[in-house]
């Protein structure tokens, strides 16, 4: 069957550490209870070989198949970090800790790729090994980075490696994935602005901030629109806007902007960032002021998908639910798997969450209906591409 009957005896089980996790979300690298209950749950199964603190706080299990004749290694990753965020989603296991929460759903990323886990450490129907990989500090970490720098596919001699995330843009366990380029790369910047801060009755003896802040705001955004090639995609965000007063009537000395730069040509993309340079600068001094720009210091390159590999995830993924779109538009989301994809052949696909809130939305929430689905697929993957002659 293209879902596995097993999963639907371990539905509830999955569910309930699905929801387990999403009660107590962690970020970035600071994902212990979470990195901990993975490492547990993978021994019980009786995964051969597991390992923590892969990049900090990263999990890695190892899994032998019936036979090791092709002596080779695949990995599965999973994303362990929630984000930010007040959850606003009423649900019983919402989030027990004020401003964090799962709103991307890697809770349940990691609650399917643990599933998978115990499904083949049961049959082994598999030649070779797969590596289960648990990663910390996707949202802007560079978990996968720090993975990747620790040793990740030396250390487990992985040859191939596979990642999946849900999307609430599409229906409910339908997958979609695009070779080559599929998310783009992510820099973020702040710039602060220095005036002369004084009383707002008087501006002219001031050199107001706000006024300066307001103009590179409007100015960012003639790059799009007047200094790119309009056949490259190009994305310039001015995301916080804030100054060092709420009075209503103090003109503040300083200010803050904040934005993101999402790209998928490097020519383009340090074009761009030179741009945001020159615009803040010239436009400040224009006004008295100055402006000061700090580029983000874990920019996420593009993700590419290998041609290869992704024709590798559509056969999986049509044995599971019959079909899979294999041309998805590219998205101006990053991915830090980009980085594992630059160090190992491998691919990266989409699988419908059904309609709900957007990610990042304190209203979302992962569909538990998509566990079945999400299980199957890494099963099936892990099969074919380590299949028993």
């Known amino acids: 069957m293209p879902i596995r009957n097993r999963f639907a005896e371990l539905h509830s089980d999955i569910t309930a550490w699905r929801h387990d996790l999403h009660s107590h979300p962690e970020l970035l690298y600071d994902t212990h209870r979470t990195a901990d209950l993975v490492a547990g749950k993978l021994r019980d199964f009786g995964c051969d070989v597991v390992t923590t603190g892969v990049g900090r706080a990263g999990v890695v299990g190892l899994i032998h198949g019936k036979t090791n004749h092709s002596g080779k290694t695949i990995g599965l990753r999973a994303d362990m970090d929630a984000l930010p965020i007040l959850e606003a989603t009423g649900k019983p296991y919402a989030s027990t800790i004020p401003g964090k929460m799962h709103a991307c759903g890697h809770d349940g990323h990691t609650a399917m790729l643990l599933g998978a ?35 990740l596919f030396e250390r487990f001699d992985i040859r191939e490696i596979y990642g999946m995330h849900n999307s609430p843009l599409l229906p409910l366990g339908q997958f979609a994935i695009r070779p080559g380029a599929f998310y783009a790369a992510v820099d973020s910047f702040s710039i602060q602005v220095t005036g002369k801060g004084g009383h707002g ?32 995609p190009l994305v310039v965000s001015v995301t916080s806007f804030r100054t060092d007063t709420d009075a209503f009537n103090v003109i503040p000395a300083h200010a803050t902007l904040r934005g993101t730069v999402r790209s998928f040509d490097m020519n383009v993309r340090a074009h761009t960032l030179q741009r945001i340079v020159e615009i803040a600068d010239l436009t400040a001094r224009s006004y008295g002021a100055t402006a000061e720009l700090t580029a983000d210091e874990l920019p996420y390159p593009v993700m590419s998908n290998h041609a290869a590999e992704t024709e590798h995830c559509v056969a999986a993924a049509r044995v599971v639910a019959g ?15 980009a980085y594992m994809l630059n160090d190992c052949p491998g691919a990266y696909i989409q699988v419908g969450n059904g309609p709900s809130a957007g990610l990042h939305h304190p209203e979302y929430d992962f569909n538990d209906d998509l566990i079945p689905v999400g299980c199957s697929y890494w099963v099936t993957l892990a099969e074919q591409r380590l299949a028993v002659a």
Do not use: H, W
């Open 117 to 151: 886990a115990q499904y083949l450490s049961e049959t082994r129907n598999f030649d070779g090994t797969v590596a289960v990989v648990f990663q910390p500090a996707e949202e802007g970490g560079a978990g996968a980075e720090a993975m990747v720098k620790d040793g």
């Open 323 to 337: 079909d899979c779109t294999s041309d998805a538009p590219r998205t101006t989301g990053g991915e830090d798997f």
């Open 201 to 232: 009755a008087r501006p002219n003896n001031t050199i107001d901030t706000t006024l300066v802040g307001s103009a590179i705001v409007m100015a960012l955004q003639s790059i799009v629109s007047r200094n790119t090639d309009p056949q490259q």
